[in-house]
């Protein structure tokens, strides 16, 4: 994958990621309105999500950056007065079609919430148990498999002693780390992360914002932050909402030094927000 | 003093006096009712009680029968309301969410939860009674169940709702089939809800006389089979109080004193079950 707007942080033209040729996009977000029951979250958003960088979702509360993150794994049909219209196309498949099964597109794109939602089930557990309904495995291989995904969400070395105690005991840090760890053991391709830290101490975030640098190598990584520092620290292509709609998507030096909107330098600059 | 604040004083006061003898006044006829229950109860409580059969007048006996009698019953009732009511409040907690059928059934089941019991014992008298043409345990159980089986509904319902959102969202967004985010990780969670509104409506059941006056009757001798009338404690307690005997007076005390211990370990296991799993 050729990445046209990585390792430019020098200050090389950055391209707009609409600029670029469609190879180059994970995720294609063409025309999308959302609805919750009669109002209108979305309106007519098109954005490219590039593959293997982090894209950093921004924009003032309320604009839609949840809204749009909930639409690329479908999770809001959950709910049957919300519904999407417009084509999300990921490796250029649509996954709005009613013909889209779910199940198995969230299997693809897994997503991590603002608030970390451990099972009441042992830490073991809470891994192993999507990974189960996947992939029959020996128990061995299945240990093995736990172990992979708590390394990778930098966890393993806190919990290896505690496998079989409850969860619910690990603290707030831990238990976010263990909800990247439950997603990425079922291995997904895009991870979607809803405000990841913002119910964290400075320290758990430092790791998983350090742990998000360390997955985009293997996965297209989505987070949503109303923390700008946070965006421009970790993410390589951030894209700005505002009202529902999408303003500006680009390289972060495009957005945070020389944005092409004023609604965008507004924000970034903090006269708003 | 400024007369402002003497008035709020004289107001507080005032309040405070009233809503303190309101609970006084409360609480004293509570304390009368157990303290008589334990006074009398425990004063006929015998070994007998629980080694010999409801006895004839006059002559020396116990409520084995009629524990047993009940046990049964209840242990029907709990096996039939069980897995209807939690499977109920899945569907209306999970399936029917915001919509109107849920809506619905909801509303009707919470006329069944207040419905008066006699009126459920005459229900399932013509329901199984007539056509059998007989009382029986099982009539007695299929009654209880229908007084527990809204008790159920209404708390697994709501312990599945009181389950934060994000988890049932996290549950989905691994991908996995509804049905298994909640038979695994929301029923786990709602567990403690589930198990206390059983306790509780078990609690309910135990002290239900009107409905198996209807249908399980009674039975003066040892009955083991529930296709016969049956013993059970709150209809003998209520057949012997209104006997001139008093033998089986204290036999009525004994069996009152029983069955509100009973209802008494249940409310407290309840409390201490939802305590222990909420802290930990």
Known sequence: ?273 | MNPIIVRRRVANGIALCLSTIATVFGLFWLVWILWTTVVKGAAALKPQLVTQMTPPPGSDGGLLNAFYGSFIMITMAVAIATPVGVLAAIYLAEFARGNRVGTVIRFVNDILLSAPSIVIGLFVYELVVRPLGHFSGYAGAVALALILLPVIVRTSDEALQLVPGPMREAGLALGLPHWKVTRTILMRAATTGIVTGLLLGIARISGETAPLLFTALNNQYWSANPITPMANVPVVIFQYAMSPYDSWHALAWAGAFVVTVFVLILGISARLFFKQESTR
Not at chain 1, 218 to 226: M, N
């Open chain 1, 1 to 273: 994958m050729n990445d046209l707007n990585t390792g430019e942080l020098g200050g090389a033209v950055a391209l707009k990621a609409s600029d670029k040729p469609v190879a180059d996009a994970k995720i294609q977000v063409k025309n999308l309105d959302f609805f919750y029951g009669k109002q209108r979250a979305l309106k007519d958003v098109t954005v490219d999500f590039d593959a293997n960088v982090i894209t950093a979702i921004i924009g003032p509360s309320g604009c839609g950056k949840s809204t749009l993150l909930r639409t690329i794994n479908r999770i809001y049909s959950l709910y049957p007065a919300q519904f999407a219209t417009g084509e999300i196309l990921l490796d250029g498949e649509n996954i709005l079609a009613k013909s889209c099964d779910v199940g198995a597109l969230r299997a693809r794109v897994g997503m991590v919430f603002q608030k970390a939602t451990p099972f009441v089930l042992s830490i073991f557990e809470n891994v192993a148990f999507a990974l189960r309904h996947y992939e029959r495995l020996p128990r061995s291989e299945q240990a093995d498999r736990v172990e992979k995904a708590l390394r990778q969400a930098a966890l393993w070395d806190e919990v290896k002693d505690k496998l079989g105690q409850s969860a619910l005991a690990l603290s707030g840090g831990q238990q976010q780390r263990l909800c990247i760890a439950r997603t990425l053991a079922v291995s997904p391709e895009v991870l979607l992360l809803d405000e990841p830290t913002s119910a964290l101490d400075p320290i758990s975030t430092a790791k998983v914002e350090e742990l998000l640098s360390q997955l985009q190598t293997h996965y297209k990584v989505i987070i949503v932050t109303h923390n700008l520092q946070q965006a421009a620290r970790v993410a390589k292509q951030v894209v700005f909402m505002f009202e529902g709609e999408m303003i500006e998507s680009g390289s972060h030096e495009q957005i945070f030094v020389r944005p092409r909107e004023q609604k965008t330098s507004d924000y970034v600059t903090g006269r708003f927000g």
